[in-house]
């Protein structure tokens, strides 16, 4: 088993046990701040920490990672969302990059009763990497900027009006191909799979 089936195993289990009490308890969590047939919508903001995994052959790291993010429900099925994602460094045998980045998606979301939702997630990833690469006994250091598009799956647990939270899987694509690299070592291309949980707060 990898490590990113790893780590959704482990991160399944908040949200198995979630499916199996909130529904049950959704007017309870709701009461006093809204009614019973209502759906979340509004704007928010948050964070997740997580796990990513990088298996391309020019790298092999798995590492932290952490995003804040801002957006809204326009309706209870469907969101736009903003944010900005720290993976640290990137590391191979004979490359080390950091990468960061800033992303804008749609979310399409099916409700599932009051407090629970499973959403789909897409849109583009702009990012930004500091590499260095040694290589033929010398070393290669540029600054990279590009932007691919990302796609992944979640489900959020509304515990109040207020506050939700959430476990993603998200995948991204990043070409760290640059032409002043050398010819041999100018096409860096990787796809980092992200496990993650996090919070919302609404307002």
Not at 88 to 107: P, R, V
Not at 139 to 146: E, L, M, N, S, V
């Amino acid at each position: 088993m990898n490590t990113t089936a790893r780590i959704l195993g482990i991160l399944s289990l908040p949200a198995a046990l979630a499916l199996t009490t909130l529904p049950a308890q959704a007017d309870e969590s709701y009461s006093g701040s809204r009614a019973s047939d209502d759906k979340p919508t509004g704007l928010y903001f948050g964070g997740h920490y997580g796990r990513f995994s990088n298996d391309s052959d020019d790298f092999d790291e798995n590492n932290d990672f952490y995003d804040v993010v801002i957006g809204g429900l326009i309706t209870p099925y469907f969101g736009i969302e903003g944010g900005y994602s720290d993976f640290g460094k990137l590391k191979g045998d004979f490359a080390e990059a950091d990468l960061t980045g800033y992303s804008l998606a749609g979310l399409i979301r099916l409700p599932i009763g009051n407090s629970v939702g499973i959403y789909a997630k897409g849109g583009q990833f702009w990012w930004r990497s500091d590499i260095n690469v040694e290589a033929l006994g010398q070393r290669y250091a540029t600054d990279i900027k590009g932007n691919e598009p990302f796609y992944g799956v979640g489900m959020d647990f509304f515990i109040t009006r207020n506050f939700s939270v959430d476990v993603e899987y998200l995948r991204y694509q990043v070409d760290l191909s640059d032409s002043s690299l050398p010819d041999a070592i100018d096409d860096y291309e990787t796809e980092i799979d992200t496990a993650k949980v996090g919070a919302k707060f609404y307002f």
